[in-house]
């Protein structure tokens, strides 16, 4: 088989795969801002799933102003523990460097 005609299909696959990722993370950090949602659960049943994006603003959670992104965070998924956190990016204090691992 020739192998070079699989080249193009691969290459607009990569193209296809990366090139959104790389916009999404330029969106994030445009420097623009945006609203997001600022909850958890665990202290305020409007944050879980499913979130109703009709209610009156009033009826919504609180709302604060990002420089980074929206995220959710769901954790421990099918157990009554489960929880969801709704915030910005700017707020995520992730520390990556982890000891004795």
Do not use: Y
Not at 18 to 45: I, K, R
Not at 46 to 62: A, G, K, V
């Amino acid at each position: 088989m020739d192998s070079s005609r699989f080249k193009g299909p691969v290459i607009f696959l990569l193209v296809a795969m990366v090139l959104p990722l790389t916009l999404a993370v330029n969106e994030c950090m445009s420097g623009h801002s945006t609203d997001c949602f600022s909850c958890n659960s665990w202290s305020d049943p409007r944050c879980h799933d499913p979130f109703n994006w009709t209610s009156r603003i009033e009826d919504m959670p609180p709302i604060v102003q990002c420089e980074g992104c929206c995220v959710k965070m769901v954790r421990n998924v099918g157990t009554p523990l489960e929880s969801t956190r709704r915030t910005c990016t700017d707020d995520l204090d992730i520390n990556l460097f982890m000891v004795d691992h």
